[in-house]
């Protein structure tokens, strides 16, 4: 996961980006995270993410992970509204992934059909050349 002024999965989705922002400071600058311990606040986001992503799909983790992030998160000393917005800044940071998976995916130089087999699965064809036959005779006079 991309911390303050990192990467984000969001890059090149301008609106995305700028919510994912918000909501990354926003969640970090609530009264009731800036007093969690130093290991609780540096883990929040993490856990906010982990406890929505489980379940089936890409980019989706065992549901028991899920649940003991979703537990982290009811065990922190802040009030419900930022405990809501921890988990809301986590959908925000599976929709960027989301989005960034579907941009990897879809931008890829072969998609186009002509560059597809049947299955609609991706190849490259690569030409391989012999050097010409003189290239031969002169490596023979050095050997």
């Known amino acids: 996961m991309a911390g303050l002024g990192q990467p984000t999965p969001a890059d090149g989705n301008p609106p995305l980006e700028q919510e994912l922002q918000r909501q990354r400071r926003n969640t970090m600058a609530m009264p009731g995270v800036r007093k969690l311990k130093a290991f609780e606040r540096n883990n929040a986001q993490n856990w906010a993410v982990d406890a929505v992503s489980g379940g089936e799909g890409p980019g989706r983790i065992l549901q028991s992970r899920a649940d003991m992030s979703r537990r982290q998160i009811d065990l922190l000393d802040i009030p419900q509204e930022e405990k809501d917005a921890l988990l809301e800044y986590g959908r925000t940071y599976l929709k960027a992934e989301d989005y960034a ?38 490596a023979k006079k050095l050997g």
């Open 101 to 138: 998976r579907d941009v990897r995916v879809k931008s890829t130089k072969f998609d186009n059909p002509d560059y597809q087999l049947s299955g609609g699965t991706n190849y490259r064809e690569f030409t391989i050349s012999r050097p010409p036959e003189a290239a031969y005779r002169g």
